[in-house]
Structures are given as C-alpha cells and as structure tokens.
C-alpha cells in the first residue's frame, strides 16, 4: 500500500486531480467529507463546538449552522484557532482509522488523503508522499473570479489567505503542473498513477 497527500492551493485543480485518480482506481479518503462527518450531532467535535461557541451556531434541528459559523470564524482568527483546536484532531485520527482499516485488510493499492491543509496541520506525517497541484497566480485569480463570481481583490485576499504555494512546493516530494488543459492534466496524474503502481507491485 502506498499512502499519498494531496494538496494545493485554492483553484489549483486539487479536485480535479482526486478525480482523476479516483477513476483510476485509488481509495481516496477526503480530509472536507471527513470534517463535515465529525461534527454531526451528538459526536464529540459536535459537542465541543456547541460548548464553545453556544447554541446560536446550531441550526433548528441541532446541526451545526455551518454559514454562521464560517462567518465567525473567517473574520475573527482567534475564533477559527479555536474551532481548527475541535475539528482538526479528530479529523485526523479519522483519517488515520480509515488507513489502518484498510491496512488490516491487507490493501495493496494507492490511498489519497485530500487535504488542502495537509502541511498547515502537519498530517504529511500519515503519508509516504506529498503531492502539491500548482498552477501560475494569474490562473487561479481567473478561475475564482470566473468560478465563485469574485472581484480580482477579493480572490486575491482568499488566495492570500492561505500557505503560499512556495511554501507547498519546499515541501513537495511531486508537483503536478496544471497550467495547461485537462488532458495534459491526466497525462501527468496517468504517469504518476503508473509509476505508483510498478512501485507497489515492487514493495
């Protein structure tokens, strides 16, 4: 089995990359779904984040008012360390579950962690590999301007928000380059994917 992290910046194509290796046939496991899993009513993320923040961020049915909450902890730092401090931990030994479940089931293949803060929280260590999607400044300002109907500042400052995509790059073992169209996107994950697999089969 070999273990890869997924990262990239917003509007880099991280997604279309997962895609494109979950067609593939890897397992990849979602750092997003994990997250929206572990604070699901009455699990203790859940419970802690109703603690902290209080009722007013719980949603009639008792879910967590995820817009509300966002809102909150977008525009106050001390408030998302705060939420980052509940979620994080247990997103990542969810993740961690998943991965020893299919080692106990004696998985050959490739399993993805997708994370966009993989290196921001340290979880490379889960994984035997880091790959990092990136794509020139101008392209991602085009894509989030196009894609969520943003001004080029207000894409600048979520781009800004964010690890810099050098910061990424130092740490990359792969860098997949998606400047150009989605067949020479698949070209290189292909080649990668196929490089993966003579990898495993020589394990």
Request: proline share 2%; aromatic share 4%; no cysteine.
């Amino acid at each position: 089995m070999k273990i890869i992290g997924l990262t990239g910046g917003i509007a880099t194509g991280k997604s279309q990359v997962s895609s494109i290796l979950s067609q593939l046939g890897a397992i990849i496991i979602d750092a997003d779904k994990v997250a929206r899993e572990i604070v699901q009513k009455g699990l203790p993320a859940w419970q802690q984040i109703r603690d902290e923040f209080g009722e007013e961020y719980l949603l009639p049915n008792g879910e967590i008012n995820r817009k509300k909450l966002g809102e909150l902890v977008f525009s106050h730092p001390d408030a998302l360390a705060k939420l980052n401090n509940i979620t994080h931990p247990a997103i990542k030994a969810r993740i961690e579950d998943q991965i020893n479940h299919l080692k106990a089931q004696g998985y050959k293949g490739l399993v993805v962690v997708d994370a966009a803060l993989l290196l921001e929280t340290g979880w490379e260590t889960m994984v035997d590999q880091v790959w990092v999607v990136d794509v020139s400044m101008e392209k991602r300002i085009e894509r989030l301007m196009a894609r969520d109907g943003l001004t080029r500042d207000q894409a600048l400052s979520r781009i800004n928000s964010q690890m810099s995509q050098q910061e990424r790059i130092a740490k990359a073992d792969i860098i997949i380059y998606n400047n150009s169209d989605i067949n020479s996107l698949k070209e290189q994950v292909q080649r990668l994917w196929d490089q993966t697999q003579t990898e495993i089969v020589g394990q």
